[in-house]
């Protein structure tokens, strides 16, 4: 496989690139992606077998399986990151071993429909907060370990990036 073949498994949507300073409407289709990203994952998701499930998008690639799992403990790591942001100043955050908790047996092996039912309820909580948040509310940061400060229209942009990102790669292994 060339190394251009395995950058487009890699980054089927391409890499993330930083936003500026989002405009509200660009806003509203990122928080709109967030919010249709459940659904799209269950729709993606729902037919295939465990065998199917079981499949590494790329080689060495987590398994479709991983990446939903994987998708539940990195959103619900983001919306407690937009709270703290909200309700403290300039929060250190804590970043997580993402490739460890993708390999923990709950992740490798466990049933989709506990991260699917996770990703609903929670993407519904963290849509509701997001349409309720100002203009100043997105210019709020955190502190990221290795990044330095961050604002939450950063945040917007990466993690809208990210739904993008994981519903290509499940998309990547069609049966």
């Known amino acids: 496989m060339s190394e251009d073949q395995l950058e487009h498994l890699r980054y089927p949507v391409g890499r993330f690139s930083r936003p500026g300073r989002l405009t509200p409407d660009q806003r509203k289709t990122m928080i709109q992606t967030i919010a249709e990203t459940p659904a799209r ?3 993606l998701v729902q037919h295939l077998s465990d065998s199917q499930l079981d499949t590494p998008y790329r080689p060495e690639g987590w398994t479709i399986r991983q990446v939903v799992h994987h998708m539940a403990d990195s959103h619900l790591n983001s919306y407690i990151r937009f709270k ?3 309700t403290e100043d300039e929060p250190l955050i804590k970043t997580y071993n993402q490739k460890a908790w993708a390999e923990m047996p709950e992740a490798a092996h466990g049933p989709v429909s506990y991260s699917l039912t996770l990703l609903e309820g929670l993407h519904a909580r963290w849509v509701a907060m997001l349409n309720q948040m100002t203009e100043s509310d997105f210019e709020t940061r955190l502190t990221h370990p290795e990044q330095g400060k961050i604002d939450l229209d950063h945040m917007l942009g990466l993690y809208e990036w990210h739904c993008r990102h994981h ?4 998309a990547l292994v069609t049966f």
Do not use: D, F, G
């Open 41 to 43: 994952v269950r729709q």
């Open 84 to 86: 703290w942001t909200l």
């Open 167 to 170: 519903l290509a790669h499940i």
